[in-house]
C-alpha cells in the first residue's frame, strides 16, 4: 500500500541547531514529493515541493530537502534553526503519473525551537 | 475570497447527529481534497474531487461519511449518525495543478 513514514514525531532543538527530519515513502513508481508546515495557529503551508530533475531541493525560508532514490527517502534539512521555526512538519507524495493526484501526508513532526 | 474557505470554523454535536461541512475552494482549482487531521494521527485523506473525474472515495472511514462538489467549485462533507471517534479537525484543501495544495483553515468537529 502506498504510504508516507516520519520516524521523528518530536525533535527539540536549540537555535542555531542544525535540523534534519527524515521522511520515506512506499510507492510503486515515480512519485512527487513535498514538505508542508503549520506553524501555531495557522494553515498547512507548502515549504518545498520535488517533481524530477536535481535531488537537492531549495525551499522557503532556507529549508532544503534532499530525494535520495535509492533509499525511498526525502529527508528535510536546516543548516540553522530558529525559535520561528517552531511547527509542525508534514511530508507528503503522490503518484506522478497515473490516474490520481491523491496526496498521502505521513504523521508529522512537532519541531519545538528553543531560544 | 483569495483563500480556501471553511464554515464552520467550530461545531459541537451530539453523538447521532447528522453534520455537513463546507468548502470553498479558491477559484479556478479543478482538484479539492478532504483531509481529516487528529492529534498524533497525522493528516488523513478522506476523498478528492479532479475536476469531472469521478471522485477518489477511497479514504472514506465508512458508510457515514459521504461528499459532493457541486458545479465543480464547493464542496460539502457530510457526516450522518456521528460517533465521538469523528472528532477532529477537517481540513480542506484545493489546487490547480499538480504543484501544490492550498489549504483551508478546517472545521473542528467535536461530538459529544
Known amino acids: 500500500a502506498q504510504s508516507v513514514s516520519q520516524h521523528n514525531h518530536h525533535v527539540i532543538l536549540s537555535e542555531a541547531a542544525s535540523l534534519e527530519l527524515g521522511c520515506n515513502y512506499s510507492?510503486?513508481?515515480?512519485?512527487?514529493l513535498f514538505w508542508y508546515v503549520q506553524y501555531p495557529g495557522q494553515h498547512l503551508q507548502l515549504l518545498l515541493k520535488?517533481?524530477?530533475?536535481?535531488?537537492l531541493v531549495k525551499g522557503i525560508k532556507g529549508f532544503e530537502a534532499e530525494f535520495i532514490k535509492s533509499k525511498f527517502s526525502f529527508n528535510l534539512r536546516k543548516p540553522s534553526v530558529q525559535w520561528s521555526d517552531t511547527a509542525e512538519y508534514f511530508c507528503?507524495?503522490?503518484?506522478?503519473?497515473?490516474?490520481?493526484?491523491?496526496?498521502?501526508f505521513g504523521t508529522g513532526t512537532l519541531l519545538a525551537v528553543q531560544p | 475570497g483569495a483563500g480556501v474557505s471553511q464554515s464552520p470554523s467550530n461545531k459541537v454535536t451530539e453523538k447521532g447527529k447528522d453534520v455537513e461541512l463546507r468548502c470553498d475552494p479558491i477559484?479556478?482549482?479543478?482538484?479539492l481534497y478532504w483531509y481529516r487531521q487528529s492529534l498524533g494521527q497525522g493528516l488523513e485523506f478522506l476523498i478528492y474531487?479532479?475536476?469531472?473525474?469521478?471522485?477518489?472515495k477511497s479514504g472514506l472511514p465508512s458508510d457515514r461519511f459521504s461528499a459532493e462538489r457541486t458545479g465543480g467549485s464547493v464542496s460539502t462533507l457530510t457526516i450522518q449518525r456521528t460517533q465521538q471517534e469523528d472528532s477532529a479537525v477537517y481540513l480542506c484543501?484545493?489546487?490547480?495543478?499538480?504543484?501544490?495544495?492550498?489549504f483551508g483553515s478546517g472545521t473542528q468537529l467535536s461530538v459529544l
Open positions: 484543501a484545493s489546487s490547480r495543478d499538480s504543484g501544490g495544495l492550498f
Open positions: 510507492y510503486g513508481g515515480t512519485v512527487n
Open positions: 520535488y517533481f524530477s530533475g536535481d535531488p
Open positions: 507528503a507524495a503522490h503518484p506522478a503519473r497515473g490516474a490520481t493526484n491523491k496526496l498521502i
Open positions: 477559484s479556478g482549482h479543478t482538484a
Open positions: 474531487f479532479q475536476g469531472n473525474s469521478a471522485p477518489d
